[in-house]
């Protein structure tokens, strides 16, 4: 890639973080006490770009190890070139995953930094659609007692966001009874939402389905059976009670991956997630197949990131606030945007995504 006179990367720089939780966090699948997050930080062009991912420290050793090569002394201004080297890189190390991550929060930064050097607030870059993007509190652990989870989620509503979620499936005997009782702690405007990461089976799933609806009036099951069960998903579309959403596609990592789910009609809403697709350049990939087959998009986690590209999203439906990124974000990050009346909106008068790493406090949290 011939250089010239233009402004080019100068240095890459990848940290790994790890931020204990504020309480014991699991899912449908999964138990967690940490949340990672792998910062990348570029120069070049007189300014600094910005990137994120929340990852393992592994995905750090691929951007030293893989992207840095690729990246430092090319043109800021060729993303679309860097996406298609960094992915070719990544080939036989892995792509899907960590390297779809290190991807992702590398064409982050260097979005960020494309923007502050144009001295442009990044959502102009991305070219908006919308001035905000629409908001749903997220959390809701299995691991949280009653009283935690009905606590968390009437404060959402509290908040005025107009949707919250939960999640489902590590004890799916008591899981209507926690639906019902999330249900009544947020009253009957706000929208119920239940993630069952892959949790249950087929006909389980089906069943819970009905009960939900009925119960609670649960209006969206996201991943009710494993994401890579494209024909499950298809069925809890097809037979699922009447006005609840199937969605799924927090895992997709390439453009190849959304068409298979969208073709294979597995979901009412196609989710993607910015810092595992392959950053802002992947993600606005995401959001027009989405666009293309006339289904609604929506942004898993991430919410300061995608307040940004979430903007830019043809079919937005809404954004993830998920309790585990806005803590991490706020402990890591100077900027960070705050939601009002259910909404988040980029600061314009800022450039780039106006964020800044919190050096001296994130220090205490580097592995």
């Known amino acids: 890639m011939a250089t010239g006179s233009v402004e080019t990367v100068q240095s890459l720089r990848a940290a790994a973080y790890a931020i204990p939780t504020d309480r014991p966090e699991s899912d449908g699948t999964l ?29 750090a050793g691929l951007v030293d190890s893989v992207l840095k090569p690729v990246v430092v002394g090319q043109p800021v201004l060729a993303r679309g070139e860097l996406w298609n080297r960094m992915s070719a890189a990544l080939r036989n190390a892995g792509l899907p995953g960590a390297g779809a991550m290190a991807l992702s929060a590398v064409d982050i930064a260097l979005w960020d930094l494309q923007a502050r050097m144009l001295q442009l607030p990044l959502v102009d870059l991305l070219g ?47 899981d209507r009874h ?19 990461n892959g949790a249950y089976e087929r006909k389980q799933a089906l069943r819970l389905a009905e009960a939900f609806a009925q119960d609670a009036g649960v209006c969206w099951f996201e991943e009710p059976v494993s994401s890579e069960d494209l024909g499950g998903l298809r069925l809890l579309r097809d037979r699922g009670p009447a006005g609840m959403d199937i969605a799924a596609g927090e895992y997709g990592h390439s453009p190849a991956y959304f068409r298979a789910m969208l073709e294979a009609g597995a979901v009412d809403c196609l989710q993607a997630d910015a810092t595992r697709c392959g950053g802002f350049t992947g993600f606005l990939k995401a959001a027009g197949l989405a666009e293309a087959w006339g ?31 806005v803590r991490a974000d706020r402990l890591l990050f100077a900027g960070v945007l705050e939601p009002r009346e259910g909404r988040l909106a980029p600061d314009r008068a800022r450039p780039g995504h106006g964020l800044a790493l919190k050096e001296a406090d994130a220090a205490r949290y580097r592995l």
């Open 31 to 59: 138990e967690w006490s940490h949340t990672g997050v792998v910062v990348v930080t570029l120069e070049g062009g007189g300014a600094s770009g910005l990137g994120w991912t929340y990852g393992s420290g592994a995905v």
């Open 128 to 174: 908006p659609a919308r001035p905000a993007v629409e908001l749903y509190g997220s959390g809701g652990f299995t691991s949280y007692t009653e009283a935690e989870l009905t606590e968390q989620l009437s404060g959402w509503a509290r908040m005025g966001l107009r949707s919250v979620k939960m999640k489902v499936g590590r004890h799916p005997d008591a």
């Open 178 to 196: 926690r639906v019902l009782a999330a249900r009544r702690a947020i009253g009957p405007a706000t929208a119920l939402m239940v993630d069952g």
């Open 295 to 325: 289904i609604p998009f929506s942004a898993h986690c991430a919410p300061q990131l995608h307040a940004q590209a979430g903007c830019a999203a043809p079919k937005l439906r809404h954004v993830e606030y998920f309790h585990d990124h």
